[in-house]
T-cell receptor
Framework: QKEVEQNSGPLSVPEGAIASLNCTYSDRGSQSFFWYRQYSGKSPELIMFIYSNGDKEDGRFTAQLNKASQYVSLLIRDSQPSDSATYLCAADSGNTGKLIFGQGTTLQVKP | NAGVTQTPKFQVLKTGQSMTLQCAQDMNHNSMYWYRQDPGMGLRLIYYSASEGTTDKGEVPNGYNVSRLNKREFSLRLESAAPSQTSVYFC??????????FGQGTRLTVV
């Protein structure tokens, strides 16, 4: 079992809808969580990070963390075709500095 | 500002050959990482370095060695390449809180 798990998808949503991406982690020692976006053939880029339980909003993106359930999610409001990419969830493993990634969820936003 | 620079961008090796992938960052980050990315597998951590002079194994270290030459540079060596090491390799650096910046990747094929 991977330390960070994601549904590989693809997740398909119509333009303007809310896309909901989910991630679970197994190491209760992990304290920091990250969402990276990766376009096909490109490098991952950081879009959100969250350290505390609850919600964190940045523009159209909201990250949610529930440490009791070991669950992290990313909501993308008003989804655009340009949001079509693979979204990678990552955790700081046991708060050691090692950044462990899930397998990624492919999002397709259809015009 | 170059960020994280990897060389080479592409490489074809024969089975049993050796090679070193180079990575340098100019952001004065302490932490550096090497990942491999295979279809459907997300990013898997090969080795991690929390600071100059320290390295630690990640999820898939077998068949690889690393050197943290100084704060800027972190190299990955394949001593005897195998077809199973065909992958895209990413180097990354971070300020130590998991907010990582990635290089452009090296596409390695072992035949």
């Amino acid at each position: 079992q991977k330390e960070v798990e994601q549904n590989s998808g693809p997740l398909s949503v119509p333009e303007g809808a809310i896309a909901s991406l989910n991630c679970t982690y197994s190491d209760r020692g992990s304290q920091s969580f990250f969402w990276y976006r990766q376009y096909s053939g490109k490098s991952p880029e950081l879009i959100m990070f969250i350290y505390s339980n609850g919600d964190k909003e940045d523009g159209r993106f909201t990250a949610q963390l529930n440490k009791a359930s070991q669950y992290v999610s990313l909501l993308i409001r008003d989804s655009q075709p340009s949001d079509s990419a693979t979204y990678l969830c990552a955790a700081d493993s046991g708060n050691t500095g090692k950044l462990i990634f899930g397998q990624g969820t492919t999002l397709q936003v259809k015009p | 500002n170059a960020g994280v620079t990897q060389t080479p961008k592409f490489q074809v090796l024969k089975t049993g050959q050796s090679m070193t992938l180079q990575c340098a960052q100019d952001m004065n980050h302490n932490s550096m990482y090497w990942y491999r990315q295979d279809p459907g597998m997300g990013l898997r951590l090969i080795y991690y370095s929390a600071s100059e002079g320290t390295t630690d194994k990640g999820e898939v270290p077998n068949g690889y060695n690393v050197s943290r030459l100084n704060k800027r540079e972190f190299s990955l060596r394949l001593e005897s390449a195998a077809p199973s090491q065909t992958s895209v390799y990413f180097c990354a650096s971070s300020e130590g809180q998991g907010r990582a910046f990635f290089g452009q990747g090296t596409r390695l094929t072992v035949v």
